[in-house]
Each structure stands twice: as structure tokens, then as C-alpha cells.
């Protein structure tokens, strides 16, 4: 069966940068352990990347989060310099779920990334509605939200939707 691995918005915004937290900083250690296993297995990898132009702060999403972050072509919207992204597929997405997902010949899907209480919450739930029948898994080691309380909260309602949550 095929494996994939996603791994949600590591990039540098999100870590250390103008919305990084200590947790996010914690784990991407284990992100870059599990990259290597899926790597080494030649299984699929995808990042996905939020993207947003200069004009962020006039956007919807800017006016509820007034924090300018991951504008294209910047330090902060690169992939992390500690995860290896070459060779894998990239995607650009402009909002906190990716719609593009459909047609894929998935089997097994994990993600892993940030933030578990937006993104990756996200883009698990739109994967189970267009794939209800295939394995997702989301790894809680290598994951952090905006708060730890947050984080938790999100892991909780993917466990709901029947998304099976590890490394807890």
C-alpha cells in the first residue's frame, strides 16, 4: 500500500519566526527523524507551505491574525533549513486547508507539522472527506499548536472525525 507523508507549514514563521513558539521549536527534531524513515523507505513525501503576498494584513485572514507572516520569497515562508524538502513535492497554499488534494492515488496518509490547531486539524479533515476510506494518521510528537491547550483541543477532535492520532 502507498505511503505518504504530509508535512504541514514547517517553515520558519511558524517556528521561530513572527508565530514560532518553543513547542513548534521542540519538534522539529522529530520531524526530521520521521522525514528521514519515509525517505528511506522511498515512500511519498509532500510539504505544503502557507503562502501569502504582501498585502496579507488587507486580507480576511490578516484582519483576524494581524501578524504579517509567510509572505512568498521571504526567510520566513522558506521550509525549515533542518528538514530536506528537495526532490519532494511542494505546495503553495494560500489558506489553512489545501483543496487541491483530490485525484491522488493515496493509501496510507500521516501528517505531521504546524499549527495542529489550524493547519494540520485542516487539511487532515478535508483529506477524510475526500478520502473517507483511506488510513489517515496524525503523529501528536511531531506536531505543535498555537498553545499547548489548543493543540490538545484539536487532537481531540480529530480522534472524533476518525483520524487516528499517535505519539501522544
Avoid at 508565530?19 to 511519498?44: D, F, M, Q, S
Avoid at 497554499?93 to 501528517?111: Q, V
Avoid at 476510506?133 to 476518525?162: F, N
Wanted: some cysteine; glycine content about 10%; overall charge negative.
Amino acid at each position: 500500500m502507498k505511503k505518504t507523508l504530509i508535512v504541514i507549514d514547517m517553515q520558519n514563521d511558524f517556528i521561530d519566526g513572527a508565530l514560532g513558539t518553543p513547542e513548534a521549536c521542540a519538534i522539529v527534531g522529530n520531524v526530521r527523524e520521521k522525514l528521514g524513515r519515509y525517505r528511506a523507505e522511498g515512500a511519498e513525501v509532500i510539504f505544503t507551505r502557507d503562502t501569502h503576498g504582501e498585502d496579507y494584513l488587507d486580507t480576511a485572514e490578516g484582519k483576524k491574525l494581524p501578524v504579517k507572516h509567510c509572505v512568498k520569497g521571504t526567510a520566513g515562508w522558506e521550509i525549515s533549513r533542518e528538514l530536506d524538502a528537495d526532490g519532494c513535492e511542494v505546495i503553495d497554499k494560500p489558506t489553512f486547508g489545501w483543496l487541491g488534494w483530490g485525484g491522488r492515488d493515496f493509501g496510507e496518509i500521516e501528517l505531521v507539522g504546524l499549527c495542529t490547531d489550524i493547519c494540520v486539524v485542516s487539511n487532515a479533515l478535508i483529506l477524510k472527506a475526500m478520502y473517507p476510506d483511506c488510513s489517515i494518521t496524525v503523529d501528536a510528537s511531531c506536531c505543535a499548536g498555537v498553545t499547548p491547550e489548543s493543540h490538545r483541543a484539536a487532537l481531540a477532535t480529530m480522534k472524533m472525525c476518525q483520524i487516528d492520532v499517535k505519539g501522544e
